[in-house]
């Protein structure tokens, strides 16, 4: 059976514990930092004996909500860092809270939304914030109105406690995007995810069809099953299946907030793709100083994608097993690079379960996962193609 990244990094997290010292384990753990959190293509897991029941011994919400406080961020220097990432930004835009329901908010930024034509909507992904569309918001708000948010449970949005049922998780997030729409005016939107917020913009077009008018898939988490274990893998090693059955506890990121002070510098050590990713608009840590301060806030988005995941990291509900019932006149794009290490089937299974409607699948060429980053020029003129279909 395939795993994803995710898994390979957190085996080797609690292998440097016992092993080494726990700055290894740190080091080693954060490295899923912003990953995709989808399986990887051609990696054998062996994994689905383990005992996943021990990941409810520590859903308790104090076990890691206490984590931040020793950690060097607040919601200052979180705010602090979206600024500085949003400064390369040339078009005028607005940022405010959106309120929904339970004193829940959604952090929102909105461009150009004077103009009468169909709002794009983004969406970003596990572990994202808006500060990620630093490169694509100009081009894309140029001819339209243009909203980002953060999802709830992420960035700046409200961090609340999710359900431990996974459909009850889902609901939570997807009645959090229609609140937003309400409150914010729009009556219809091309709706653009990456990662989780692919899976969720396709949960949303399920439930609230008359208010999509496209669907943009960027790499998107949670489509495919997960597969059975061919009866040729090879057994896995004892010591892995103990590995994996210790991890289970944890949330995705806690190996970030364990590392406490160290955490800042493990980033800008493990993660200086993103540097590079954006190196055409910064020339020092401002990226790897965001992505650190979203991801070692009190976990709730984080918590929530964990109880909608089974062992590692496939979807609980895969969107693949309801996605033919979106109804038939929403079109459907799938974007992903061309270099991604992810599943790339999810365009195919698309088009096979709706056969009558309208599924195109793009390859964005020396893309990885991180697409609109990787390839920003490339993807912006893509999506702005995609947008003109609609009006």
């Not at 929904?100 to 150009?112: D, E, M, P, Q, Y």
Request: include cysteine.
């Amino acid at each position: 059976m395939r795993v994803c990244g995710h898994v390979k990094y957190c085996a080797k997290m609690w292998t440097y514990l016992y092993i080494k010292t726990a700055h290894c384990l740190l080091m080693t753990s954060f490295s899923v930092i912003c990953s995709s959190c989808i399986p990887v293509k051609g990696i054998n897991s062996g994994l689905e004996s383990l005992d996943w029941d021990l990941m409810y011994l520590c859903r308790s919400w104090w076990i890691t909500s206490w984590l931040p406080s020793w950690c060097p961020t607040s919601l200052t220097l979180l705010k602090v860092a979206e600024e500085k990432m949003l400064r390369s930004i040339s078009r005028k835009f607005s940022k405010q809270y959106v309120q929904i329901s339970n004193g829940n908010r959604i952090w929102t930024l909105v461009f150009n939304g004077s103009v009468e034509k169909t709002p794009l909507v983004l969406l970003h992904g596990f572990g994202g914030g808006v500060g990620l569309w630093a490169l694509n918001v100009d081009v894309l708000s140029e001819h339209r109105p243009l909203y980002a948010f953060d999802l709830l449970g992420f960035g700046q949005s409200s961090r609340p406690h999710f359900s431990t049922d996974a459909r009850e998780a889902e609901d939570q997030f997807v009645e959090s995007i229609e609140e937003w729409r309400a409150r914010v005016g729009l009556e219809a939107m091309i709706m653009l995810g990456h990662n989780l917020g692919g899976y969720l913009t396709a949960a949303y077009s399920l439930r609230y069809p008359s208010r999509v008018k496209h669907l943009i898939l960027v790499e998107p988490w949670g489509f495919p099953e997960r597969p059975e274990p061919p009866e040729q893998d090879r057994p896995m090693p004892v010591w892995i299946r103990a590995l994996g059955a210790m991890l289970s506890p944890f949330n995705p990121l806690a190996g970030l907030r364990l590392a406490g002070p160290l955490g800042p510098t493990l980033v800008q050590t493990l993660r200086p793709d993103f540097k590079k990713k954006f190196s055409s608009m910064f020339d020092d840590n401002t990226v790897t100083e965001y992505i650190y301060h979203l991801n070692v806030q009190t976990p709730s988005g984080e918590s929530a994608f964990r109880n909608m995941t089974i062992p590692y990291c496939w979807a609980q509900r895969p969107m693949g097993q309801r996605v033919g019932l979106i109804r038939r006149d929403i079109p459907i794009t799938v974007l992903y690079g061309s270099r991604s290490s992810i599943e790339g089937n999810t365009g195919t299974l698309i088009k096979e379960l709706r056969p009558n409607s309208y599924v195109e699948t793009i390859a964005i060429r020396g893309a990885g996962h991180y697409v609109y980053a990787d390839q920003s020029e490339d993807f912006n003129q893509r999506v702005l193609q995609i947008c003109d279909t609609v009006d």
